[in-house]
């Protein structure tokens, strides 16, 4: 069988040095194969893609167990089964991709995959743990009542990256819907591990700047007790509006923003 990123040469191709027909081509052949060996309970016939060292392999292989997971109910067993095997892989990239696998699923049916991040949470590797951060940012903003659920779970946690992960990850549905996120986030705003405050600044900026959040943000802001926090959170809002930052996506002008601050939020 010819390798799949031979293309007529003796180099083995990046996915994106590859022609655009080549990587369509290369998708749907990563797709089937992991189809077959799914089908026919080989889950390590995941593994040549969990691991490969190029990041776009990997994208399409957990892309290929979402899209086999909702197309095929006959497999969901087989699925998670072979997700299960291959969790506690001695590969960090092959656990990276499990936990990103999850989050496709996750999308559609959390319940089916909530444990793979309970554990990846706690993973020894950080790109696993970054897995949990990014499969929740895509949860949070398509399935978002048991994801933020479940992450509201964490956000006492003892252990500070914990948290900090959590804060992370409930971002990008703060960013078109920050009403559902600011009731979590003011769970840390009294926090003192710097980690942590830091990002949640961060995430009250991230969901402060399209149009209509900066009015949610601001009202619920002003409510909480930890008044340093919300001033240097008003600072990172006024920042993110500036044209070294998000300025051009912003729905106000930083000028229009201080003045919105100035007039609607108590320091």
């Known amino acids: 069988m010819?390798?799949?990123?031979?293309?007529g040469a003796a180099t083995k191709l990046a996915f994106y040095d590859l022609s655009k027909e080549e990587r369509a081509r290369l998708v749907a052949e990563i797709q089937s194969r992991i189809n077959d060996g799914l089908s026919n309970n080989k889950p390590d016939v995941c593994v040549e893609y969990f691991a490969d060292a190029d990041t776009y392999i990997r994208k399409a292989a957990y892309?290929?167990?979402?899209?086999?997971?909702?197309?095929?109910?006959?497999?969901q067993k087989n699925v998670i089964s072979a997700l299960t095997h291959?969790?506690?892989?001695?590969?960090?990239?092959?656990?990276?991709?499990?936990?990103n696998a999850a989050g496709e699923i996750g999308i559609f049916q959390f319940e089916s995959v909530q444990r793979f991040f309970d554990e990846a949470l706690f993973d020894s590797h950080h790109k696993v743990r970054n897995a949990v951060i990014g499969s929740?940012?895509?949860?949070?903003?398509?399935?978002?009542?048991?994801?933020?659920?479940?992450?509201?779970?964490?956000?006492?946690?003892?252990?500070?990256?914990v948290r900090?992960?959590?804060?992370?990850?409930?971002?990008?549905?703060?960013?078109?819907?920050p009403e559902d996120v600011l009731p979590l986030l003011e769970?840390?705003?009294?926090?003192?591990?710097?980690?942590v405050r830091d990002t949640l600044v961060h995430v009250i900026g991230q969901i402060s700047y399209k149009e209509g959040c900066l009015a949610k943000v601001v009202s619920a802001i002003c409510a909480w007790n930890n008044r340093e926090l919300v001033h240097d959170a008003a600072q990172e809002i006024i920042d993110v509006h500036s044209d070294k930052r998000y300025a051009k996506f912003a729905a106000l002008s930083q000028k229009e923003v201080i003045a919105y601050l100035s007039s609607n939020l108590k320091q």
């Open 2 to 7: 010819q390798n799949r990123r031979y293309i």
């Open 187 to 195: 769970l840390l705003q009294d926090d003192s591990t710097k980690r």
């Open 63 to 75: 892309l290929s167990i979402g899209r086999i997971f909702v197309g095929d109910e006959r497999l």
């Open 164 to 177: 900090r992960e959590i804060c992370h990850g409930i971002e990008l549905r703060g960013r078109t819907h």
């Open 136 to 161: 929740l940012k895509k949860m949070a903003q398509k399935n978002p009542s048991p994801a933020l659920d479940w992450a509201m779970g964490y956000l006492n946690h003892p252990e500070k990256e």
């Open 86 to 99: 291959l969790k506690n892989h001695r590969d960090e990239l092959v656990r990276q991709t499990v936990v």
